[in-house]
């Protein structure tokens, strides 16, 4: 493990009593939902006059609805107000749930069983915009990863451990479910203990006036994701995802009993399949990413959901079988397919959403986290409503199988991830470094702290290939716009791809005034906005590998736009297919892996930059020996 391993976290008191916390709190809201949808499906006729469908639809959309109407009030509180204290009054509140619970599950009352699933909805919505909001507040920036990571992995283990006992606890022969009950109360007790135990974290926006308009504030928290293009569309990606999950997950015991002929033990060993494999993309992503916000693994995570989740259709059988149980399922033709394509959907999907929580997390200010989450947690209920609604439309109307309706959802998933990327092209410029970084070269980064986490800021650098652009912004985690050389900007095949990284041109004045002048505008534009501006102040690629003299560019920029310069030293990157060593035929990688290193030194402030400070730095940063 590394000195920066996510389990680390599981030790530390800033976090541990926070991951007790939810993923009891996850385990016991799919204990009750579960034994009582057991209990729906063996008692409901004895019981009360609605039938079967018609009970779990009903349950389905009261647990549902509260994150429709409250999402937008309880994220304003987990801004307002100092959030461990909030979390220990939620614990209690599940507490007096559970008791209400006891006495529905006593009396046989389904009207109150019902409205203890609205309440726990209810419940599940003032703790949702906590639980993510809080968790820049108490991880390090390098932990936020690992951090989403484990959050996500506790939650699925947790709903999938609720999803087993409930329905078993809710079997167990007695006078009433007095099993489902006392484990209720049990679990809810030891989350509001670990509650306890959470440290005090800080309120974000204390002067915020709360909005008791539940409706006008939630128009209010959409249209501030509308003004922030990156972060509403991870929302998206993020809602799609339950979208896509909620379409398997939901259909996995239709199809273990009515396509595959099985029991309720190889419909959990299905269930923990998917669960399985999310919980191993979510705790491999901070492997993957070095432990920072690699969105480049978002799109590997929607290609994978794509290709498995068609996988599934060819996989499935084509009519009813009657395995009875798991190892009547393994004598099935394509059952490896079928484990393997279950597996993999979560890992890819482990992929998928945990960079996009991060993402959310970092590019959102502190004093509207909390309120962004709950937008968050809006869409997600809408988009699981839609999923429900098509798989009805599409199983009832139009009669199609389980196994179409899993193809039909992953072909939808190429459409809306053309969408996402097209709109966000960062997302897919991250994955094609990533993967090129990956497949060809092997990475040494120094110095990446430097980089200021917020503000405008000049990153400058030593120019040796036509990818150095494509190299710094995979590096760093801020999202970064380049000036480039026009006729590099132009290079064949690669055009396409810096365009997308919202790189532009530039020229010298006599090359081409009218770029030029365009160029300086758009750097004005970054710094005023507060970004980061990516320059190369020799002003093209070596063609020997050593340094060219620094131009006098950014020093006029920064008198005009006072902002730190980190100078940035580029190394061993002489020599490969993409410098400008070799021509034509010659111009081919000669070893993959090709160790590179990436020092990144400390901001030179901005009254002190001048041309020859950064070249200076440059060179010494980058040494004889690169």
Same mark, same amino acid.
């Given at each position: 493990?590394?000195? %920066?391993?996510?389990?680390?976290?599981?030790?530390?008191?800033?976090?541990?009593?926070?991951?007790?916390?939810?993923?009891?709190?996850?385990?016991?809201?799919?204990?009750?939902?579960?034994?009582?949808?057991?209990?729906?499906?063996?008692?409901?006729?004895?019981? &009360?006059?609605?039938?079967? @469908?018609?009970?779990?639809?009903?349950? +389905?959309?009261?647990?549902?609805?509260?994150?429709?109407?409250?999402?937008? =009030?309880?994220?304003?509180?987990?801004?307002?107000?100092?959030?461990?204290?909030?979390?220990?009054?939620?614990?209690?509140?599940?507490?007096?749930?559970?008791?209400?619970?006891?006495?529905?599950?006593?009396?046989?009352?389904?009207? =109150?069983?019902?409205?203890?699933?609205?309440?726990?909805?209810?419940?599940?919505?003032?703790?949702?915009?906590?639980?993510?909001?809080?968790?820049?507040?108490?991880? %390090?920036?390098? /932990?936020?990863? !690992?951090?989403?990571?484990?959050?996500?992995? #506790?939650?699925?283990?947790?709903?999938?451990? #609720?999803?087993?006992?409930?329905?078993?606890?809710?079997?167990?022969?007695?006078?009433?479910?007095?099993?489902?009950?006392?484990?209720?109360?049990?679990?809810?007790? +030891?989350?509001?203990?670990?509650?306890?135990?959470?440290?005090?974290?800080? +309120?974000?926006?204390?002067?915020?006036?709360?909005?008791?308009?539940?409706?006008?504030?939630?128009?209010?928290?959409?249209?501030?994701?509308?003004?922030?293009?990156?972060?509403?569309?991870?929302?998206?990606?993020?809602?799609?995802?339950?979208?896509?999950?909620?379409?398997?997950?939901?259909?996995?015991?239709?199809?273990?009993?009515?396509?595959?002929?099985?029991?309720?033990?190889?419909?959990?060993?299905?269930? !923990?399949?998917?669960?399985?494999?999310?919980?191993?993309?979510?705790?491999?992503?901070?492997?993957?990413?070095?432990?920072?916000?690699?969105?480049?693994?978002?799109?590997?995570?929607? =290609?994978?959901?794509?290709?498995?989740?068609?996988?599934?259709?060819?996989?499935?059988? /084509?009519?009813?079988?009657?395995?009875?149980?798991?190892?009547?399922?393994? +004598? =099935?033709?394509?059952?490896?397919?079928?484990?393997?394509?279950?597996?993999?959907?979560?890992?890819?999907?482990?992929?998928?959403?945990?960079?996009?929580?991060?993402?959310?997390?970092?590019?959102?200010?502190?004093?509207?986290?909390?309120?962004?989450?709950?937008?968050?947690? &809006?869409?997600?209920?809408?988009?699981?409503?839609?999923?429900?609604?098509?798989?009805?439309?599409?199983?009832?109307?139009?009669?199609?199988?389980?196994? /179409?309706?899993?193809?039909?959802?992953?072909?939808?998933?190429?459409?809306? !991830?053309?969408?996402?990327?097209?709109?966000?092209?960062?997302?897919?410029?991250?994955?094609?470094?990533?993967?090129?970084?990956?497949?060809?070269?092997?990475?040494?980064?120094?110095?990446?702290?430097?980089?200021?986490?917020?503000?405008?800021? &000049?990153?400058?650098?030593?120019?040796?290939?036509?990818? @150095?652009?494509?190299?710094?912004?995979?590096?760093?985690?801020?999202?970064?716009?380049?000036?480039?050389?026009?006729?590099?900007?132009?290079?064949?095949?690669?055009?396409?791809?810096?365009?997308?990284?919202?790189?532009?041109?530039?020229?010298?004045?006599?090359?081409?005034?009218?770029?030029?002048?365009?160029?300086?505008?758009?750097?004005?534009?970054?710094?005023?906005? #507060?970004?980061?501006? !990516?320059?190369?102040?020799?002003?093209?690629?070596?063609?020997?590998?050593?340094?060219?003299?620094?131009?006098?560019?950014?020093?006029?920029?920064?008198?005009?736009?006072?902002?730190?310069?980190?100078?940035?030293?580029?190394?061993?990157?002489?020599?490969?297919?993409?410098?400008?060593?070799?021509?034509?035929?010659?111009?081919?990688?000669?070893?993959?892996?090709?160790?590179?290193?990436?020092?990144?030194?400390?901001?030179?402030?901005?009254?002190?930059?001048?041309?020859?400070?950064?070249?200076?730095?440059?060179?010494?940063?980058?040494?004889?020996?690169?």
């Amino acid at each position: 493990m590394s000195d %920066h391993s996510q389990f680390k976290l599981l030790g530390r008191r800033r976090f541990a009593p926070f991951f007790i916390t939810q993923s009891l709190g996850a385990f016991n809201d799919n204990i009750f939902k579960n034994g009582l949808a057991a209990l729906i499906v063996f008692r409901s006729a004895e019981l &009360i006059s609605l039938n079967t @469908d018609q009970l779990v639809n009903l349950s +389905a959309m009261l647990f549902i609805l509260p994150f429709f109407l409250f999402s937008a =009030l309880f994220g304003q509180f987990a801004d307002k107000f100092e959030k461990s204290r909030q979390i220990r009054l939620i614990k209690l509140f599940e507490i007096i749930i559970m008791v209400l619970a006891t006495v529905g599950f006593y009396y046989d009352s389904w009207p =109150l069983l019902l409205g203890v699933l609205f309440l726990l909805g209810f419940q599940s919505t003032t703790f949702g915009p906590i639980k993510y909001g809080m968790l820049p507040q108490i991880l %390090h920036p390098k /932990e936020l990863v !690992g951090g989403n990571a484990l959050t996500e992995t #506790g939650t699925f283990v947790a709903i999938l451990a #609720g999803t087993i006992l409930g329905p078993q606890l809710a079997g167990v022969e007695a006078d009433w479910p007095v099993w489902v009950a006392a484990a209720c109360l049990l679990v809810a007790v +030891a989350g509001w203990l670990a509650s306890r135990a959470i440290p005090m974290i800080p +309120a974000t926006a204390p002067e915020l006036k709360i909005n008791w308009n539940i409706f006008t504030e939630s128009v209010r928290n959409l249209a501030y994701l509308r003004q922030h293009r990156v972060v509403l569309n991870s929302v998206l990606g993020i809602s799609w995802f339950w979208f896509f999950g909620a379409t398997f997950l939901v259909q996995i015991p239709s199809y273990t009993y009515n396509l595959l002929g099985g029991d309720k033990n190889l419909m959990s060993f299905l269930l !923990g399949l998917f669960i399985i494999g999310i919980s191993v993309g979510s705790l491999l992503c901070e492997r993957l990413s070095r432990n920072k916000i690699e969105i480049g693994l978002v799109p590997l995570g929607s =290609l994978g959901l794509t290709i498995f989740g068609i996988d599934l259709y060819f996989a499935s059988p /084509e009519t009813v079988q009657q395995v009875v149980n798991i190892s009547g399922f393994f +004598a =099935l033709e394509h059952s490896g397919r079928i484990v393997f394509d279950l597996i993999m959907i979560g890992v890819f999907g482990g992929f998928y959403t945990v960079p996009l929580y991060a993402l959310i997390q970092q590019r959102t200010p502190a004093e509207f986290r909390s309120r962004v989450i709950a937008g968050n947690n &809006i869409i997600n209920a809408l988009l699981m409503v839609l999923s429900a609604a098509m798989a009805m439309i599409l199983l009832g109307n139009m009669g199609f199988s389980i196994p /179409e309706l899993f193809l039909v959802t992953a072909v939808l998933n190429i459409l809306v !991830g053309a969408y996402i990327f097209t709109v966000v092209p960062e997302f897919f410029m991250r994955f094609v470094v990533w993967m090129m970084m990956k497949s060809i070269y092997r990475i040494k980064v120094v110095g990446l702290e430097n980089i200021p986490e917020e503000g405008g800021v &000049i990153v400058a650098s030593n120019h040796v290939s036509f990818i @150095d652009p494509l190299l710094l912004g995979g590096i760093i985690t801020r999202p970064l716009r380049y000036a480039m050389y026009y006729k590099i900007y132009e290079f064949p095949g690669l055009r396409w791809l810096f365009k997308a990284a919202k790189a532009f041109p530039i020229a010298s004045k006599k090359e081409d005034p009218e770029i030029l002048s365009a160029a300086y505008r758009r750097m004005h534009e970054i710094l005023d906005e #507060g970004e980061v501006l !990516g320059i190369f102040p020799e002003g093209l690629i070596t063609y020997d590998g050593s340094i060219n003299p620094f131009r006098k560019g950014v020093e006029k920029l920064v008198r005009e736009n006072p902002v730190p310069v980190v100078p940035v030293a580029i190394c061993n990157l002489w020599g490969s297919m993409f410098s400008r060593k070799d021509k034509g035929l010659k111009r081919r990688p000669r070893k993959f892996w090709q160790k590179i290193e990436v020092i990144i030194g400390t901001p030179i402030p901005a009254d002190e930059v001048t041309s020859e400070r950064i070249e200076a730095e440059v060179r010494k940063l980058r040494g004889d020996a690169c």
